[in-house]
C-alpha cells in the first residue's frame, strides 16, 4: 500500500476507504490508535500476524497492551466504501473533517489532514532526515 488520499469524515463518523487501497485493506480490517494521534489500519492477514505477536508477549510486561485492545475497532466498509470510526478513535486522532490515509506498505494510517500536512511539511524541510529515511530503504 502506498499513497496520499485526502477524504472527509462524515456526520456519522464514517470515512471513505481510498478507491486505491479498498482491494488490498480487503473486506475487513482493524483500525487501532497509532503514534502521534494517527490511527493504524491493518488488513485483516497483517492483523493476524500482529495479534498473534501480542499474544506471544509475557504477561508481566503486557499491561500496556491493554490499551491497545481497548481502543480497537474491527471495520467493514459498506456497500459505498464507507466504513465507521468509533468516536473514541474519532477523538483520539482528532478527526472531524479533513481526513488524510496514508498508504505504509503492510498497513494504513488515518491523519487529521491539517495534523499530517505539518508533520510533513516540517519532515520534508529537514534533508538529514530524509537522507535517513531513504537510506532505510537502501536508497
Known amino acids: 500500500m ?4 485526502t477524504h472527509n469524515v462524515d456526520a456519522k463518523g464514517r470515512l471513505f476507504v481510498p478507491a486505491k487501497l479498498r482491494e488490498e ?4 480490517f482493524y483500525v487501532m490508535v497509532g503514534t502521534d494521534h494517527c490511527l493504524l489500519v491493518f488488513p485483516e492477514e497483517k492483523w493476524q500476524t500482529v495479534n498473534a ?3 506471544d508477549v509475557k ?3 503486557s ?3 491493554r490499551y491497545l485492545y481497548a481502543n480497537l475497532a474491527k ?3 459498506d456497500k459505498q466504501g464507507r466504513f465507521l470510526i468509533p468516536q473514541i478513535l474519532r477523538d483520539y486522532a482528532n478527526l472531524k473533517d ?3 490515509f496514508l498508504g505504509q506498505g503492510d498497513h494504513a494510517e488515518i491523519w487529521n489532514a491539517a ?3 505539518a508533520k510533513e511539511a516540517d519532515f520534508l524541510s529537514k534533508p538529514d532526515e530524509l537522507a535517513n529515511a531513504l537510506e532505510a530503504l537502501g536508497l
Open 75 to 77: 471495520c467493514e466498509p
Open 59 to 61: 504477561l508481566s510486561k
Open 53 to 55: 505477536a501480542f499474544q
Open 2 to 5: 502506498f499513497g496520499k488520499y
Open 63 to 65: 499491561a500496556a497492551l
Open 98 to 100: 479533513d481526513v488524510t
Open 115 to 117: 495534523d499530517y500536512a
Open 25 to 28: 485493506l480487503g473486506e475487513t
